[in-house]
């Protein structure tokens, strides 16, 4: 089984920046991709970015040039750099992990962007 937990949310006004951290846990992990999706309230859940074990990255267009996703594969780790927030970015933002057998969710961290 593999465990996952997520930090780092939080209020923020408009253009500021917060920073999520995942972490996961277990055995056998064999990691192929880790990311962030979020979901707003009364929206769909969405990919917000994602990173492979190579370090290839892909963002939703609403978040390119904003948001950067890294990751420490030797902490099994994954971060989301988020700047130059904006209120639409207000969600629970949840982190996936996904290896050979299943994808793995971590209950989600809430970020609310308002004055």
């Known amino acids: 089984q593999v465990q996952v937990v997520e930090s780092g949310g939080g209020l923020v006004q408009p253009g500021g920046s917060l920073r999520l951290s995942c972490a996961a846990s277990g055995t056998d992990l064999s990691i192929r991709q880790m990311g962030w999706y979020r979901q707003a309230p009364g929206k769909q859940r969405e990919l917000a970015a994602v990173i492979t074990s190579g370090g290839s990255t892909n963002y939703a267009d609403s978040v390119k040039g904003r948001f950067a996703i890294s990751r420490d594969n030797a902490k099994n780790t994954v971060y989301l750099q988020m700047n130059s927030l904006k209120p639409e970015d207000t969600a629970v933002y949840y982190c996936?992990?996904?290896?050979?057998?299943?994808?793995?969710w971590g209950q989600g961290t809430q970020v609310t962007v308002s004055s």
């Open positions: 996936y992990v996904r290896n050979y057998i299943s994808d793995y």
